[in-house]
């Protein structure tokens, strides 16, 4: 049996990529704000708004 780090995710869908991006202080405001009243994260909050975008383009 293989030794497993503590504390370690095990999840079907890693997420091994990070995304750095500039935003001004209203779009961080922004997305504070849909992150607070959806109680999601900002990665979540990204995620979703690519899932979404993505599906536009396939129509």
């Known amino acids: 049996m293989a030794a497993?780090?503590?504390?370690t995710?095990?999840?079907d869908n890693p997420k091994d990529y990070m995304l750095?991006?500039?935003?001004?202080k209203e779009?961080?405001?922004?997305?504070?704000?849909?992150c607070?009243?959806?109680n999601i994260?900002?990665?979540e909050?990204?995620?979703n708004g690519i899932e979404e975008q993505y599906r536009k383009t396939k129509k």
Do not use: A, F, I, Y
Not at 4 to 7: L, Y
Not at 20 to 24: H, I, T
Not at 27 to 34: N, Q, Y
């Open 4 to 7: 497993m780090k503590k504390g």
């Open 45 to 47: 909050v990204v995620r």
């Open 27 to 34: 779009t961080v405001e922004k997305l504070d704000k849909v």
């Open 9 to 11: 995710k095990l999840t």
């Open 20 to 24: 750095r991006v500039r935003m001004d």
């Open 41 to 43: 994260s900002r990665s």
């Open 36 to 38: 607070k009243v959806q």
